[in-house]
C-alpha cells in the first residue's frame, strides 16, 4: 500500500514538474515573440531609420555585453547543461533568472540562435531545487532534472517522442530507463506538451511548424539521396570548421563587452543584406516554402551558408543560444535550391539535407529523425533515417585526426 501510494505521489508530482515546464516554456517564447514584434514590426515603421537594423543589432549586443560583465557567461548549451546533471546530478538554481534574461536578449535582438539552451538550463535548475525542497526527492534530484530537461525539449520543438529518445540516444553509458521511470519521462513530457497547446490555443498562439509537402518522387530520384546527403555532410563540416574558427578569432578578445559587440556587428551587417539569416529560423523557414523560387538558387545556398556561419558567430560572441534551429533553416534552404537545380520534389531533397546534417551534428539518427517529423510527412521517415544514419557515420574530422596518428 505505501509503495503505491508514492509510485502515485511521484506521478503526480511530474505531471506538475511537466505543467510548470510546458508553462514556462509558453511564458518565456510569449513574451519572446511580444518582444520581437515591438523591435522589429511596430518600431521600424515608426522611426523610418535605413540602418535600423545594424544599430539595433549594436546596441543590444552592447547591453547584453554589460549583462554579462555583471552576471556571467549565460546561458550554457545543451551539452554543457546536461554534462553538468551527469556529473554531479545536479544543476545549479541560484541564478534562474540571470539565465532568463541571458536566453531572451539575443533572441530578442535577433541573434541566429534558437531558445532551447537557456530553457533547458532553467528547467533542470528549478528540477534540483524541487529535489532539494521535497527531502521525499532529494536523492532522486539527477532524475527529476533529466525528465525536466526532457519535457523542455519536447515542448520546445513540438515533439514528444523527441524529447524522450534525445538525450538518451548515442550516450554509450546511458540506459534505457526502467518502466516506472519512463513512465514518469512520458507523464512529464504529456502534461508539458499539454500545457503548452492549451495555453496556445486560448490566446490564439502558433502550435507548430509549417507542413513541408511531399508530392512524392520517382524510383530513380532516390540516386539522388546519397548526393544530397553528401551534401548535408558538407554542410556539417563548414559547421563545424565555422565553429573552431569563431571560437578561436573570439576567444583572443578576452573583454565580454568588446566580445558581444563584435558579434552584433556581424549580425547586423550580415542581416541588413540577408535578413534570412536572422533569428532562429523557425518561422522563416515559412519564407523559404512560400517564395524560395523568387529568393533564387544562389542567394538560398548563400544563406543557408552564412546561417551556419552567423549561428556559430553568434555563440562565440557571447549572444548564446541553442544551435538546433538554425542548423534545420540551413537544411531547408539548401534543400530548396538543389531541388531547383535537381528538378525533383523539394520536400524530398529539403528532408535528406537536412536529415544529413543534423545527423552529422548530432550523431543521433533516431532523435533526428523524429525531430524532423514536426516539418516533414510521415512518408519520408526511411529515407531521414538513412540519410541522418550516413551523416552520423560519417565523421571526416575524426578521420583526419586518425591519419594523423597513424602517420
Partial sequence: MTRLKNNLLAMLYTVLLGAITGAIVWSFLKLMNLGITFLWDYLPGKLNFPFYTLAVCLAGSLLIGLYKSKTGDFPEDLSAVMGKLKKSGKYPYHNIFIILGAA??????????????????????????????????????????????????????RSPMFGFIEPLEGEADVKLPKVSKAVLYILAILSSFGIFILLNKLTGGKTGFPAVEYGGVEL???????????????MGLIFMAFERLSHFLLGLVKNVVVRCVIGGLALGAIGTMLPLTMFSGEHQI????????????????LIAVAKLFLTNVCIASGLKGGHFFPVIFSGIAAGFALSVIIGIDSGFCMAVVTAALLGNLLKKPVAVTLLLLILFPWQLVPIMLGAAALGSFIDIPKLFSKNKETE
Fill in 104 to 157: 531572451l536578449f539575443p533572441l530578442l535582438i535577433g541573434a541566429s540562435v534558437g531558445p532551447e539552451a537557456g530553457l533547458t538550463g532553467v528547467i533542470a535548475g528549478l528540477c534540483c531545487w524541487v529535489g532539494d525542497k521535497l527531502k521525499r526527492y532529494r536523492k532522486e534530484t539527477e532524475e527529476l532534472a533529466k525528465i525536466g530537461a526532457s519535457a523542455t525539449l519536447a515542448t520546445i520543438f
Fill in 220 to 234: 530513380t530520384a532516390y540516386l539522388w539521396a546519397v548526393a544530397l546527403t553528401f551534401v548535408g555532410v558538407a
Fill in 286 to 301: 515559412e519564407n523559404i516554402l512560400d517564395e524560395g523560387t523568387a529568393i533564387g538558387v544562389f542567394t538560398l545556398l
